[in-house]
């Protein structure tokens, strides 16, 4: 998911390009604003943690651009392409240190396990736009 900060910079056509040139196939795709309830659905793993609210508000603030990749390892070679949720220790060339400002503005949102990524793209989309 790129994350309400990196749209409204206009990084998406940007983040895609490098999505795509690491080897990743885009299988769905779709812009769209979070509601309140969305974004406490979606990061509900984090509930009670200091940092819940203010990515409430954040995720909320703008559009997302929701998408489904596919890769061999697509999990873990997605999380290396990101680079470390912080930006200040992400490496060089990876999303987050050419795009994030911050822990909390980190432009992308990868998930974490194949598990989840089935549960984030069942969030966003059907099945039959994955499998179109
Ligand atoms: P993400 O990978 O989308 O998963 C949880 C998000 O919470 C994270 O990226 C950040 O945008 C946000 N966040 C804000 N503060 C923190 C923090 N201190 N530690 C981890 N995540 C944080």
Same mark, same amino acid.
């Given at each position: ?7 409204? $910079? ?5 983040? @895609? ?7 990743? $196939?885009?299988? =769905? ?7 309140? !309830?969305?974004?406490?659905? &979606? ?9 819940? !609210?203010?990515?409430?508000? &954040?995720?909320?603030?703008? $559009?997302?651009?929701? =998408?489904? @990749? ?7 070679? &997605?999380?290396?392409?990101? #680079? *470390? ?16 400002? %911050?822990? %909390?503005?980190? =432009?992308?949102? #990868?998930?974490? *396990?194949? !598990?989840?990524?089935?549960?984030? *793209? ?5 099945? !039959?736009?994955?499998?179109?």
């Amino acid at each position: 998911m790129i994350k309400p900060d990196a749209t409204a $910079k206009g990084y998406i056509g940007a983040i @895609l390009q490098m999505i795509n040139e690491a080897g990743f $196939k885009i299988v =769905a795709l779709k812009m769209t604003r979070l509601t309140d !309830e969305d974004a406490r659905a &979606f990061y509900k793993i984090h509930q009670g943690k200091p940092f819940f !609210e203010n990515l409430v508000d &954040f995720m909320t603030s703008g $559009k997302i651009v929701a =998408a489904v @990749l596919e890769k061999e390892n697509a999990v873990e070679d &997605f999380r290396t392409l990101l #680079g *470390s949720t912080n930006p200040q220790e992400a490496a060089q060339g990876t999303i987050r240190n050419k795009f994030a400002e %911050s822990i %909390s503005y980190n =432009a992308v949102h #990868g998930s974490d *396990s194949d !598990e989840n990524a089935q549960i984030e *793209s069942d969030f966003f989309f059907v099945e !039959e736009e994955v499998y179109a």
